[in-house]
């Protein structure tokens, strides 16, 4: 048969058949992986740096000290949550270990791993079904894992030729009754010449038997450990390249993504937003970095963004909106794609209010139509260049976005939360209830059977009724985190009502859950518990704002910001920088409401990092006084506690402050 959209051949034979006929099966692998290797490579290669995977050591102890800590996202057949877990309890030394773990990790034999792993460290003596299969089974501590063990194991015991070995093989993995009863005999006839009586003989054909059924070719497995090695090297060794390079043959697969995002900021590795100016369509390396790519935003696509790229490289980089609009193509650019770059902060650097970009899609493209039409009629500027006299991109300043609607607007252009999840707009909360992510609940160990509770936080997506097997109704609920998505089941009634409402309201909330795990399970399943809406409990915490600021001159602009958030019982302190030297210490109020919106809104005025919220916990034993615990000017510089928050009496007494004489509050 010949495939009308290909030049290639086809059979109609099944695998099964196509040997019958006289043919030979060949199995060729396209993996991407290979691709992301040469990427690497080529990344590295900018930087004057070059690499032949050919010629590395295979002993490097950095790679196995990652493996044994599971640090595998990205590391070809190592990187699900279940592989991360078994590389930390085997903690494998040795390539040959590498090459095990790979044929074992699969439903049937993944039940050895925990034998393997203690075998292997010591926690659990080395037994073999029989003496002579000592030097056949001594690399996987005396366990069937390879399809050539079982044939050295029949070569061995009872006498096979290589060919006889491979057709016992065949037959055990085929299960046809007629051909096992014959390889029965053989094997039991061959294995009385090595004085290994029927009875040992009928178990050790079972034992074989049984380990066949799912026996791995460990020639292939030793070609995936190679590659898996490879990838873990280019990890350790350069892991914004591998990053990079992972991310950029994942454009379209928002969910790895955003995994990826998540190892670079546990591996310390900054993640630059996508920006006009510096991205490519791809993924790239800048200064220790990894560089968004355009391309992997949402509905932009990779060409309209080659040409964008093309066009800086050639005419420098783009100095404004009007000089972005006057020398792109408006055929390779339409109002999704510009709302799509301006929503992901792309713009930023020309124009930083990513809401008025938004909403002036149409005009950019306008403009770009007109300057493209003057290029192309031949009007263009007297002293050259297009659009001389075109007039300046007006934008709608109606409204600036809120925090939350700039996270919305992030997860459209993205697929998912890039710069910060709607979560982390109550850190200062979740830190006193010790929360702790999905990605770190995975991280727990849970015996079969066994419970454990733990805090969470969420933010809830959807939630879908089921009914049980025992007919009892009960919640799924749709969650997600700064480090991914996942689901709970809720059988309470406060927690699926207090669930049911935040799904209606796209809500954050505390969540008490309960963590247990079955057989088969990667993955802990969490059962909620409780669940309190994170806005309702930052009104009932109390809450500390400290401002940076190192102008002077911004303290109207932010006390101005500050009037609209009175009413509340949060107290906000101003560290201001004196231009005659020192700093003033000046306690706004304690009467505020303070939240996430409030905090962004002032560090747009006062720089970024310049604004510090936190919770205090009442606790027994602790009173809420509204005296200064320390005199004017003092404590709060040296990291003492402010006033207004809670303090055992009587009050210690402080040395005076060290340093610059200070305003008092």
């Known amino acids: 048969y010949r495939d009308p959209r290909s030049d290639m051949p086809v059979t109609q034979f099944d695998m099964k058949y196509v040997e019958a006929a006289g043919l030979v099966k060949f199995?060729?692998?396209?993996?991407?992986?290979?691709?992301?290797?040469?990427?690497?490579?080529?990344?590295?290669?900018?930087?004057?740096?070059?690499?032949?995977?050919?010629?590395?050591?295979?002993?490097?102890?950095?790679?196995?000290?990652?493996?044994?800590?599971?640090?595998?996202?990205?590391?070809?057949?190592?990187?699900?949550?279940?592989m991360r877990r078994t590389l930390a309890g085997v903690k494998p030394t040795g390539f040959e270990d590498i090459i095990a773990l790979v044929s074992l990790y699969r439903p049937g034999p993944m039940d050895n791993i925990p034998l393997f792993g203690n075998r292997k460290n010591g926690r659990a003596?080395?037994?073999?079904?029989?003496?002579?299969?000592?030097?056949?089974?001594?690399?996987?501590?005396?366990?069937?894992?390879?399809?050539?063990?079982?044939?050295?194991?029949?070569?061995?015991?009872?006498?096979?030729?290589?060919?006889?070995?491979?057709?016992?093989?065949?037959?055990?993995?085929?299960?046809?009754?007629?051909?096992?009863?014959?390889?029965?005999?053989?094997?039991?006839?061959?294995?009385?010449?090595?004085?290994?009586?029927?009875?040992?003989?009928?178990?050790?054909?079972?034992?074989?038997?049984?380990?066949?059924?799912?026996?791995?070719?460990?020639?292939?497995?030793?070609?995936?450990?190679?590659?898996?090695?490879?990838?873990?090297?280019?990890?350790?060794?350069?892991?914004?390249?591998?990053?990079?390079?992972?991310?950029?043959?994942?454009?379209a697969q928002t969910d790895k993504l955003a995994l990826f995002v998540e190892d670079m900021r546990r591996g310390g590795i900054d993640c630059l937003g996508p920006d006009i100016?510096?991205?490519?369509?791809?993924?790239?390396?800048?200064?220790?970095?990894?560089?968004?790519?355009?391309?992997?935003?949402?509905?932009v696509g990779d060409k309209a963004m080659e040409s964008v790229v093309s066009e800086r490289e050639r005419g420098g980089e783009f100095s404004s909106l009007e000089d972005f609009a006057s020398r792109i193509d408006p055929r390779c650019l339409n109002r999704r794609q510009v709302e799509s770059l301006a929503e992901a902060g792309a713009f930023d650097a020309l124009d930083?209010?990513?809401?008025?970009?938004?909403?002036?899609?149409?005009?950019?493209?306008?403009?770009?139509?007109?300057?493209?039409?003057?290029?192309?009629?031949?009007?263009e500027a007297l002293f050259g260049g297009a659009g001389g006299d075109m007039a300046p991109i007006r934008l709608p300043r109606d409204a600036q976005w809120t925090l939350a609607q700039r996270m919305a607007a992030e997860r459209d252009a993205f697929g998912y939360y890039f710069s910060t999840h709607p979560v982390?707009?109550?850190?200062?909360?979740?830190?006193?209830?010790?929360?702790?992510?999905?990605?770190?609940?995975?991280?727990?160990?849970?015996?079969?059977?066994?419970?454990?509770?733990?805090?969470?936080?969420?933010?809830?997506?959807g939630v879908n009724w089921r009914t049980s097997a025992r007919g009892r109704r009960y919640m799924m609920a749709n969650l997600s985190d700064s480090s991914g998505q996942f689901v709970?089941?809720?059988?309470?009634?406060?927690?699926?009502?207090?669930?049911?409402?935040?799904?209606?309201?796209?809500?954050?909330?505390?969540?008490?859950v309960e963590l247990d795990r079955r057989a088969g399970d990667e993955l802990p399943r969490v059962s909620v518990k409780r669940f309190q809406p994170l806005a309702g409990l930052a009104k009932r915490s109390r809450l500390q704002m400290v401002i940076q600021i190192v102008d002077e001159t911004l303290v109207a602009r932010i006390a101005a910001e500050l009037a609209g958030a009175k009413g509340g019982n949060g107290l906000v302190r101003l560290v201001v920088r004196i231009t005659t030297?020192?700093?003033?210490?000046?306690?706004?109020?304690?009467?505020?409401?303070?939240?996430?919106?409030?905090?962004?809104?002032?560090?747009?005025?006062?720089?970024?990092?310049?604004?510090?919220?936190?919770?205090?916990?009442?606790?027994?034993?602790?009173?809420?006084?509204?005296?200064?615990?320390?005199?004017?000017?003092?404590?709060?510089?040296?990291?003492?506690?402010?006033?207004?928050?809670?303090?055992?009496?009587?009050?210690?007494?402080?040395?005076?402050?060290?340093?610059?004489?200070?305003?008092?509050?």
């Not at 299969?133 to 029949?154: C, K, P, R």
């Not at 139509?369 to 290029?375: F, I, L, N, P, R």
């Not at 992510?437 to 809830?460: D, K, P, S, W």
Request: with cysteine; charged share 25%; hydrophobic share 40%.
């Open 27 to 82: 199995d060729f692998l396209g993996l991407k992986t290979l691709s992301v290797l040469k990427e690497g490579q080529r990344l590295l290669a900018e930087q004057g740096i070059a690499i032949d995977f050919e010629t590395l050591a295979w002993d490097d102890q950095a790679v196995f000290d990652l493996l044994q800590r599971g640090d595998t996202v990205g590391v070809f057949q190592l990187e699900s949550e279940g």
């Open 277 to 299: 100016n510096h991205s490519h369509a791809r993924f790239t390396v800048e200064d220790g970095a990894v560089r968004y790519a355009l391309g992997a935003l949402k509905g």
């Open 424 to 461: 982390e707009a109550h850190r200062h909360l979740l830190a006193a209830h010790k929360v702790r992510t999905y990605a770190e609940i995975g991280a727990i160990r849970v015996g079969e059977g066994e419970r454990v509770g733990a805090n969470m936080a969420a933010l809830v997506e």
């Open 352 to 379: 930083p209010d990513r809401a008025a970009v938004f909403a002036g899609a149409e005009l950019i493209l306008a403009h770009a139509t007109s300057a493209h039409d003057q290029k192309t009629t031949g009007q």
């Open 488 to 512: 709970a089941t809720a059988f309470e009634d406060d927690a699926t009502a207090a669930l049911e409402a935040a799904a209606r309201d796209g809500g954050c909330g505390l969540l008490t």
């Open 125 to 251: 003596p080395i037994a073999y079904p029989h003496p002579l299969l000592e030097g056949v089974l001594g690399e996987t501590y005396g366990i069937f894992v390879y399809q050539e063990q079982v044939m050295e194991a029949a070569r061995v015991l009872a006498g096979y030729s290589l060919g006889e070995a491979d057709l016992l093989r065949r037959a055990m993995g085929k299960k046809i009754q007629s051909e096992m009863t014959a390889q029965r005999s053989r094997f039991i006839d061959g294995a009385s010449a090595q004085d290994i009586a029927s009875s040992k003989a009928n178990e050790l054909f079972d034992l074989i038997d049984k380990f066949a059924g799912y026996g791995f070719n460990k020639s292939h497995a030793a070609g995936y450990a190679l590659i898996a090695y490879h990838t873990a090297w280019l990890k350790v060794h350069h892991r914004p390249e591998f990053t990079a390079a992972s991310m950029s043959f994942d454009l």
């Open 581 to 665: 030297g020192g700093e003033a210490s000046l306690v706004a109020g304690r009467d505020f409401t303070l939240d996430a919106e409030l905090a962004a809104r002032i560090e747009r005025i006062a720089g970024e990092g310049s604004v510090d919220l936190t919770a205090r916990r009442n606790r027994r034993g602790w009173r809420w006084s509204a005296k200064p615990r320390f005199a004017a000017g003092e404590g709060e510089a040296s990291g003492a506690a402010p006033q207004g928050v809670p303090q055992r009496c009587p009050p210690p007494v402080r040395p005076p402050p060290v340093g610059p004489p200070r305003h008092r509050d």
